[in-house]
């Protein structure tokens, strides 16, 4: 049979009460304060609910993971919408938009679900992210950079290429084959 707990004394109840009251102060104070990292709005327009969720938490995870890397917090009005393509004269990955409006500037990072029919991964979707993070983030410092461009794109072989590669079918009639003679006679 277990123990029984002996009951906390008046003293401690009133310390546990004081505990619990100072770190309700404190945490309302910190996030008034604003030393709590503001989250970036991010809105993905599609119905799948679960898919949205999902793609929503992804996102905001490589937010918070850009911010601490950059070393800066993204400028102040930015919003995150994902939609299925975005159209201009070609289909792109992601791109941002900084409008100033009544001396606000406001930045809008656009993310394409969707590039010329091929359905990005969660991958491509946060490196279009990172990208646009960046771009945004030194465009807004005024400091100057340089892109230096790595490409990478696999070249794929020609079709005779890709064909010769495969070995001919071992069960597949031969048109020299004596056997097979036989048999078509």
Request: net charge positive; hydrophobic share 40%.
């Amino acid at each position: 049979m277990p123990r029984r707990q002996p009951r906390p004394t008046r003293g401690a109840r009133w310390l546990r009460a004081l505990h619990g009251c100072v770190t309700t102060v404190a945490h309302w104070l910190w996030r008034r304060l604003g030393f709590r990292q503001r989250r970036i709005p991010v809105e993905v327009l599609i119905a799948d609910r679960n898919r949205r969720r999902t793609l929503e938490r992804e996102l905001h995870a490589g937010i918070n993971r850009l911010q601490r890397v950059l070393g800066i917090p993204l400028p102040p009005h930015v919003a995150v919408v994902v939609q299925q393509v975005i159209r201009t004269d070609r289909q792109l990955a992601g791109c941002y938009q900084v409008s100033s409006a009544g001396g606000v500037r406001c930045s809008l990072i656009r993310l394409a679900l969707e590039v010329n029919g091929k359905r990005l991964t969660i991958d491509e979707l946060l490196a279009a992210l990172a990208e646009q993070c960046i771009g945004l983030t030194t465009q807004e410092s005024g400091g100057t950079a340089v892109v230096v461009p790595v490409e990478f794109e696999p070249v794929e072989p020609p079709a005779e290429a890709r064909l010769r590669a495969f070995r001919p079918d071992p069960l597949a009639a031969q048109t020299g084959d004596p056997f097979y003679h036989q048999q078509a006679v």
